[in-house]
Structure formats: C-alpha cells, structure tokens
C-alpha cells in the first residue's frame, strides 16, 4: 500500500469505503459537474479515483478515462469491479501526479473529488499549477472542497473556496460554478459541508 500522507486512516477499514464510494452515483454525487463534460469521447482525468465509481460513470458515458489513486487497495478493487471499461488505472497522486508521462498529453476534463482536504497549503499551491497544466484549452477541472470532522481519513486540513478560486487564477484559471455550504450527500455526515468549484483553462 503506498504511503501518501494524504491516505492516512483510510487503511483501517477499507471495504467498508469501497462499498460506500461503490455505491455512489456520479450524476447524483457529481450533478452540478455533468453540463461542464465535454462531448464524448474526450479525454478525462480522475485525480484521487478512490473505489473507482467515477471513473467507470465517465467511461460508460465513453469518455478515455484515466484515473489515478494512491491506495493499492481502493485501486485493485476499482480494476476488479469495473474491468468491462476501458479505463487507464494509475498508482501515483497529487500533488505531483509524476506517473502521468508528458507523452499522456493533455485532458478535457478532470475531476478531482473528496481531495484537496487532504492537502497542506504547500501540496496544493503545487497541484493547482500542476492541474493548470494538464487541462487543454478550453477544459473543466471539477473540485471538491470538504469542511468538517474527519471521516476515515484522518490527515485533513481546512479548505477555503475563496483562497482555492484565487490560487487558480495565479495559474491562468477561471472559476465558473463556485457553489458554497453545500450539505454532505452521504448519511450520518451532518457535520461536514462541501463547495463545488469548476475551473476553466483559457
């Protein structure tokens, strides 16, 4: 299992998450994302992949997916459930994303869902001109932001939208949808609160 610091705590009760993340819908889960995805087929990039169920929702729609996480035992089991796709599965994570080659090119839209809370202000001063850089001309990059108790993983930071829109616009990005407070869409997560950010590359 690969050690990122941003994975502690999710090692104690994988399967658990597995069949909760797996159980999720993207067009419920991800709704206000859907009229940012490009026309089919494009190519998308799905940062912190977890149990997978996004990545497959996107291939299904017949998007070239590729999709990246850390955690050996989230990334075998997305493999194993969603084998049927055609879908690139990478180990590697933000806020380098090093395994993504140049020769990988460049990607419509990328999804980077229940992540940037894992991240320190430096992690994400870093992923964000690294995001900047791999979204095409034109693309959506689609962030969550959580704010609340820690759930199963237990490195978590605050988040701010506001600092997040202008750490985006110091790489060239604008933001298009800012959507703040919005409730948890799991059960028994009273607590936690998301913002929605779309981000567009000139």
């Excluded at 229940?114 to 034109?138: F, P, S, T």
Aim: proline residues 5%; hydrophobic residues 45%.
């Amino acid at each position: 299992m690969n050690r990122v610091p941003g994975t502690a705590g999710y090692d104690s009760a994988p399967q658990g998450f597995i069949a909760c993340c797996q159980a999720l819908r993207f067009d419920e889960a991800c709704r206000e994302f859907v009229r940012f995805l490009p026309h089919a087929p494009a190519r998308v990039l799905d940062v912190g992949a977890g149990a997978g169920q996004n990545a497959a929702a996107l291939a299904a729609l017949g998007h070239v997916v590729t999709a990246v996480e850390p955690m050996a035992v989230f990334l075998d089991a997305a493999r194993a459930t969603y084998a049927a796709l055609p879908i690139t599965w990478l180990a590697d994570s933000l806020p380098v994303l090093d395994g993504l080659r140049p020769e990988a090119g460049r990607f419509d839209f990328i999804l980077v869902a229940a992540v940037w809370h894992h991240l320190d202000a430096a992690e994400r001063k870093c992923a964000m001109a690294r995001l900047a850089h791999l979204l095409d001309r034109g693309g959506h990059c689609a962030l969550t932001l959580r704010n609340g108790p820690p759930g199963l993983g237990s490195r978590v930071y605050a988040t701010d939208a506001a600092e997040t829109v202008r750490q985006a616009e110091e790489v060239g990005l604008s933001c298009v949808l800012r959507l703040d407070n919005q409730p948890s869409r799991l059960g028994h997560k009273e607590g936690v609160r998301w913002a929605r950010l779309v981000l567009q590359q000139a």
